[in-house]
């Protein structure tokens, strides 16, 4: 099965400095991307989420990139906030149109972002 | 607002003892999922359900049982609770667009906190 590693597991930066999260994913067949933010005692919710027929997408502070080649795919986040503190679960998912398995999500083991005055 | 919610929201019990975790669904989703959370270990998927007929195991679904009692509700079952699975257990929902095979976000539950001593 898929296997998404996540690095770091812990983060520390700076507000209004950059911080990037890096993951890899072990299965080719993978297409769907989505990063998922947890805040302190929260549900985890969607941030942003790529698939494969692309290399970059961005949504203000935030952007994934993803090398397909090299099966390995980032989140970005510019001019950090206090606000952004919060654990950052990326995954990796297989499309397969009307079948089982679309949509079944395997997280990476998160990364604990802290974003210091 | 259309929402998912987990009940009991934190629950202590002993080795041993049948333990049923809850969880329903007013966005009328079809696919239903349950994800155990530890530390440093991320969001692992137990089980996963995408309709009322259709239920299949996860990564970590040994000592766990699950039944999809109708649309809007997947409940999750420890038939004798040990120790290990002590953990924080999610919920979560997602919608699926057959056209053009798009995923969608998945929405997840506020979380039970499981104490096995």
């Known amino acids: 099965g898929e296997n998404v590693e996540q690095h770091p597991s812990t983060l520390s930066v700076q507000e209004g400095d950059s911080a990037v999260i890096k993951c890899t994913y072990s299965?080719?067949?993978?297409?769907?991307f989505p990063w998922y933010k947890q805040e302190l005692g929260k549900r985890p919710q969607l941030i942003i989420d790529?698939?494969?027929?692309?290399g970059e997408k961005k949504d203000q502070r935030i952007a994934v990139t993803l090398n397909k080649t090299a099966k390995h795919f980032s989140l970005h986040i510019t001019e950090t906030q206090p606000e952004d503190s919060a654990v950052y679960f990326c995954a990796a998912s297989i499309r397969k149109v009307l079948t089982g398995g679309g949509n079944k999500l395997t997280f990476g083991t998160g990364t604990q972002l802290k974003v210091e005055l | 607002d259309a929402d998912v919610t987990q009940t009991p929201r934190n629950r202590i019990t002993k080795t041993g003892k049948r333990i049923m975790l809850e969880c329903s669904q007013t966005k009328g989703h079809d696919r239903m999922y349950w994800y155990r959370q530890d530390p440093g270990l991320g969001l692992r998927l137990i089980y996963y359900?995408?309709?009322?007929?259709?239920?299949n195991k996860g990564e970590i679904s040994d000592g766990y049982s699950v039944s999809r009692q109708a649309q809007a509700k997947f409940s999750l079952s420890l038939e004798s609770a040990i120790p290990n699975q002590t953990a924080l257990y999610f919920c979560?929902?997602?919608?699926?667009?057959?056209?053009?095979?798009?995923?969608?976000?998945?929405?997840f539950g506020p979380g039970t906190r499981l104490t096995v001593l």
């Open positions: 790529i698939r494969s027929n692309v």
């Open positions: 299965d080719s067949a993978s297409n769907y």
């Open positions: 359900s995408f309709d009322v007929k259709d239920i």
């Open positions: 979560a929902t997602s919608d699926f667009q057959t056209s053009g095979g798009t995923y969608n976000e998945q929405f």
